[in-house]
C-alpha cells in the first residue's frame, strides 16, 4: 500500500535507444549459468573424457599408466565379457517389460478409477522410496526364502518345474536366479514406469473415452484405439527410465543372484575396486555407455517422439 | 455368469491393487522384521517378538555414525544442487544466449546415463587427480547427479508463471531485486522446493556413486550394504521402518495443509 502514497521518483529523460529496460547485463545468464555448467562440465564431461583415456593407456598400478592407444583393451574386454553385456541387457528388457505390465493398471487406476483414493495410492506409491533400496531389496531375500510361503506356493503349484525347464530358477529355489533378479529389477525400477504413465494418463481429456463409447467401441477397443495412443509419451519416458537404469545395476544381481547371473555392472564394479585393472573397467564402461546412448537414440528416433527430451 | 462379469468390470481394479501390494510388500516385511530377534547374525527368517531393536536403535557400532554422515552429506548436496540448479533454470527460461543445446543436452545427459558409468568415470578423474576419496569426493559427486533433477523441476515452474506479474510489480516501483524477492521467488517456490526434496531423497538414498567414489567413508546405504555381506543388524530395519514413517507423515501433513488453504481460497 506504502507504492501508493509515495511519490513517483521523477521520470528518466527519454531514452532514444531501444533496448528492453529489464535485461539490464547481457552476461547475466552466463553468469547464472557458470557455476552450475562449470560443475557439470568439471565433474560429470571432464570425467567422460579421462575414462576415454583410461580405457587405452597401458601399464600398472605401480609403474603408473601411460597412453598407448591401445585399443585391443576393448577387444579382449568384449570377449571376456560378453556373456555379461547380454545378460545385462536381456534382464533389463524383462524387467522393464514386466514393468510395463504391472505399472500401467496401476497407473490406469490412479487416474480414471481411484476417485477419492487416487492421492493416498499416490503417496503409496512414493513412499517406499524413502526407505532405503538396500534394505528393500533385502527383503525379497526374506520373502524369496527357499522356505518361504512364496516358493512353496510355487513349488507345490508346480510352477518352479516349468520355470526350472525354461532355466529361469533352479533346484526348486528363486533366489539366487535370473527370476530372482529380474523380480528385484522390476521392483526396484516400477516407480519410475508409473509415474510418467500417470503423467500422461491424467492428461487424456475424459470425452474422448465417452465419444469412443458413442460410436460403439467396446473398452478393449477404446484402450487399443484411443487410451493407449495417447499413453506413448508416457510408455517411452517409462521404458527409458526403467531400462537404463536396470542395464547398469550391480545391486539385484549381487544381493538376490549368484556368479551365474552377474550382470555387466558387477563386472565394472568388480574391476575398478578389486581387481584394480583400470583400463579394462574404463573400456567396459565406455562401451556400456555407448550402447545405450546407441539404443536410447535408436529408440526414441523410432518411437517419433524426440520432442520428449 | 454375473461373477465373470464383475471380475471383468474391475479387473483394472484389481490389477492395479495387485500391483500396489507388490510394491508395498518389502515395506511390510521390513516393518514386521524390526520386531525380531533373529537367531544367528542374519535378520531372514522370522523367529520371536521382540521390541529391543527400537529401545537401542543405535546398538549397532558404526550404524548411527554412517546415518549421520549420510544426513550430513544429503543436506549439503540438496543447498548445492538447489542452488546452482536453480540458477540455471532461470537463465534457460529468462535469457536467450549461446550454447542453449549444449546447455540443454549437458543437463539431460546425466539423467540418460548409468549410474555405474558415472560413478566410475568420476573414480578415473579423482584418481587421475590424486584426490583423497571421502566426504567431498561424495559431496561432489551428489551435487553432480542431483543438479539435472533441480534444474527439471525449477524449469517446469517458472515456465508457468506468468511474466506480466512481475511486470506489473515493476510498474508498481518495485526494485529488481524487491521483485526477485517478493514475487518471483515466491511462485518459484514450491518448483525448488520440489528439487530440493528430490536432491534429498537421491543424495540420501544413493548407493552406487558414493560406492565407487566413497574412500574409507561409510554413508548409510553402504553400511547396509557392507551388512549383507557380515549380517545384518534388526536396527537396519528399524531405520528403515522409522524413515518410511516420516515420508508418509509429511505428506499426509503437507497435503492437508495444502487442502486447508485451497478450501480458504474458495
Request: glycine share 6%; with cysteine; hydrophobic share 55%.
Amino acid at each position: 500500500m506504502s507504492t501508493l502514497t509515495e511519490a513517483p521518483p521523477p521520470l528518466a529523460p527519454a531514452a532514444p535507444e531501444k533496448k528492453p529496460p529489464r535485461r539490464r547485463g547481457r552476461f547475466t545468464p552466463y553468469w547464472l549459468l557458470l557455476p552450475g555448467i562449470l560443475w557439470l562440465i568439471v565433474f560429470f564431461a571432464l570425467p567422460m573424457v579421462y575414462q576415454a583415456s583410461t580405457s587405452v593407456q597401458q601399464g600398472s598400478l605401480e609403474e603408473g599408466y601411460k597412453v598407448t592407444w591401445h585399443f585391443a583393451t576393448y577387444w579382449d574386454a568384449l570377449a571376456e565379457y560378453w556373456p555379461q553385456f547380454l545378460r545385462s541387457v536381456f534382464y533389463a528388457a524383462a524387467a522393464t517389460v514386466l514393468c510395463l505390465l504391472l505399472g500401467y493398471p496401476l497407473a490406469y487406476l490412479i487416474a480414471f478409477r481411484a476417485g477419492r483414493w487416487k492421492n493416498l495410492i499416490m503417496i503409496l506409491v512414493i513412499a517406499p522410496f524413502f526407505t532405503s533400496f538396500l534394505i528393500r531389496t533385502l527383503a525379497w531375500k526374506t520373502i524369496l526364502a527357499d522356505n518361504g510361503v512364496v516358493v512353496h506356493t510355487l513349488n507345490s503349484l508346480h510352477v518352479l518345474d516349468l520355470t526350472d525347464w525354461l532355466g529361469w530358477t533352479a533346484g526348486d529355489r528363486v533366489l539366487a536366479t535370473p527370476l530372482a533378479v529380474v523380480c528385484g529389477l522390476t521392483y526396484n525400477f516400477l516407480p519410475f514406469m508409473i509415474l510418467p504413465l500417470y503423467t500422461s494418463l491424467e492428461r487424456i481429456d475424459g470425452r474422448l473415452h465417452e465419444a469412443a463409447g458413442d460410436l460403439y467401441a467396446r473398452p478393449w477397443t477404446t484402450f487399443r484405439k484411443v487410451t493407449f495412443p495417447l499413453s506413448m509419451p508416457g510408455v517411452v519416458s517409462g521404458t527409458l527410465l526403467t531400462f537404463i537404469p536396470a542395464a547398469g545395476d550391480y545391486v539385484n544381481a549381487e544381493l538376490l543372484g549368484s556368479t551365474d547371473t552377474r550382470m555387466i555392472g558387477n563386472v565394472i564394479q568388480t574391476q575398478f575396486l578389486r581387481i584394480l585393472d583400470y583400463p579394462t573397467a574404463a573400456a567396459l564402461s565406455f562401451i556400456l555407455m555407448a550402447a545405450i546412448l546407441a539404443m536410447v537414440t535408436f529408440y526414441i528416433r523410432r518411437s517419433g517422439t524426440e520432442d520428449l527430451v | 455368469m454375473p461373477f465373470v462379469n464383475w471380475l471383468k468390470r474391475r479387473l483394472v481394479v484389481i490389477a492395479g491393487l495387485l500391483t500396489l501390494a507388490y510394491l508395498l510388500l518389502p515395506n511390510i516385511v521390513v516393518t514386521v522384521f524390526s520386531f525380531n530377534q533373529p537367531k544367528g547374525r542374519f535378520n531372514y527368517e522370522w523367529q520371536q517378538f521382540s521390541t529391543a531393536a527400537w529401545k537401542d536403535p543405535c546398538g549397532v557400532a558404526d550404524m548411527c555414525g554412517s546415518l549421520s554422515i549420510s544426513l550430513q552429506i544429503a543436506v549439503w548436496a540438496t543447498v548445492g544442487a538447489t542452488i546452482l540448479g536453480t540458477m540455471i533454470s532461470f537463465a534457460l527460461v529468462r535469457y536467450r544466449f549461446r550454447a542453449r543445446g549444449a546447455v540443454n543436452s549437458l543437463i539431460f545427459l546425466p539423467m540418460a546415463m548409468p549410474e555405474v558409468v558415472m560413478a566410475a568415470s568420476l573414480l578415473t578423474l579423482f584418481l587421475n587427480m590424486g584426490a583423497q576419496l571421502g566426504f567431498w569426493t561424495i559431496l561432489i559427486a551428489h551435487i553432480m547427479f542431483c543438479l539435472s533433477f533441480v534444474v527439471t523441476a525449477v524449469k517446469a515452474r517458472v515456465m508457468s508463471m506468468d511474466p506480466r506479474l512481475e511486470e506489473a510489480a515493476r510498474d508498481l516501483y518495485a526494485g529488481p531485486v524487491q521483485t526477485f524477492l517478493r514475487v518471483t521467488l515466491p511462485i518459484a517456490a514450491p518448483g525448488i522446493a520440489a528439487g530440493a526434496l528430490l536432491s534429498f531423497a537421491l543424495s540420501f538414498d544413493d548407493f552406487i556413486i558414493t560406492n565407487f567414489n566413497a574412500g574409507s567413508t561409510v554413508t548409510f546405504p553402504m553400511f547396509v550394504w557392507g551388512s549383507a555381506q557380515r549380517g545384518t543388524p534388526v536396527q537396519i530395519n528399524v531405520i528403515g521402518t522409522a524413515m518410511f514413517l516420516v515420508a508418509v507423515f509429511f505428506v499426509l501433513t503437507s497435503m492437508v495443509v495444502g487442502n486447508r488453504r485451497n478450501k480458504h481460497k474458495a
